[in-house]
């Protein structure tokens, strides 16, 4: 039997000649049959790798929200463990407050059930006006402390309070979190985590604790006549409130608590609560020298 087949006539431009050419059925539908399944192939091809590139993305979103909660979770453990040492040096300050102002026998209660008070735990109620009630005593102590000492001559601050480098002065500038304009109330000195911070000036401490707002680790000294020094994002504290330092006495370490890029300490002195250019009392050639001059070379 005859094959059918399809006929393909072809003519040349400029010779005005004929060609036919016959194309049998068979490969025309074999021809047809590829193509569809080719465009299957394809069609399944880009739906795999769109498949897979979304895939792809849906997995990096996922990591990214894993590492951001991880984060969070490292920054969460360490508050918790600041704010642990925190209520472990303020119990341990509380006992020698309640013991130095009388007041333990009034916490305890009465002598003849203080035996039977130790066998049952506190309630949170108890614990809290405990709490606040060593509080107060803590402020009052302080006052009076300061009130003992208002007949002492004004001890105003100067000199460097650690050995390091300049790394920001007393003027605005942007801040380095939100990226807008501020101004920098004391200076930044920077020096290796651990370095020893002195007290600028005879004084007592009003403040030695980690504070909220930046700080970190803050230390605040009053010189009388209304000066105060800052001592702000310490690696540790080595005194507490009610206690009297002499200029030169170490009271602190360089650290990075708070709202820091590096290792630094920012310092403050102000009078009569109004921040002051610190500048002033470092050195009295400390305008006229470069921003990155040393603690060594003014001395």
Do not use: C
């Amino acid at each position: 039997m005859k094959q059918e087949y399809f006929v393909v006539v072809l003519a040349h431009s400029l010779r005005g000649r004929l060609r036919r050419v016959q194309i049998p059925h068979t490969a025309v539908y074999a021809v047809l049959a590829l193509a569809i399944l080719g465009g299957f192939s394809a069609f399944g091809f880009v739906a795999s790798y769109a498949r897979m590139a979304w895939k792809v993305a849906n997995y990096n979103a996922l990591k990214q929200e894993a590492d951001s909660m991880r984060a969070r979770y490292q920054n969460l453990q360490k508050v918790v463990k600041e704010t642990n040492l925190q209520m472990a040096s303020l119990q341990l300050y509380a006992k020698e407050v309640s013991v130095a102002f009388g007041i333990k026998q009034k916490l305890e209660g009465p002598s003849d059930i203080s035996s039977e008070g130790k066998m049952l735990p506190p309630s949170f109620a108890e614990s809290l006006q405990e709490y606040n009630y060593l509080i107060t005593a803590d402020r009052l102590a302080i006052a009076n402390h300061r009130s003992r000492r208002s007949d002492r001559p004004v001890s105003p601050p100067s000199g460097w309070p650690v050995e390091g480098r300049l790394m920001d002065g007393f003027a605005g500038r942007t801040d380095p979190f939100s990226g807008e304009g501020t101004f920098h109330k004391g200076v930044d000195i920077t020096a290796p985590t651990g370095t020893k911070v002195q007290a600028t000036a005879d004084g007592v401490v009003v403040q030695a604790e980690m504070v909220a707002g930046g700080y970190g680790r803050l230390i605040i000294v009053d010189h009388g006549g209304g000066f105060q020094t800052y001592y702000a994002h310490l690696y540790k504290i080595q005194v507490r409130a009610g206690q009297d330092v002499r200029r030169g006495e170490v009271i602190g370490l360089v650290g990075s608590s708070g709202r820091v890029t590096a290792p630094h300490l920012h310092y403050e002195v102000r009078s009569g609560g109004i921040p002051r250019n610190p500048h002033r009392y470092m050195s009295s050639v400390f305008r006229q020298v470069p921003k990155d001059l040393t603690f060594e070379a003014l001395q």
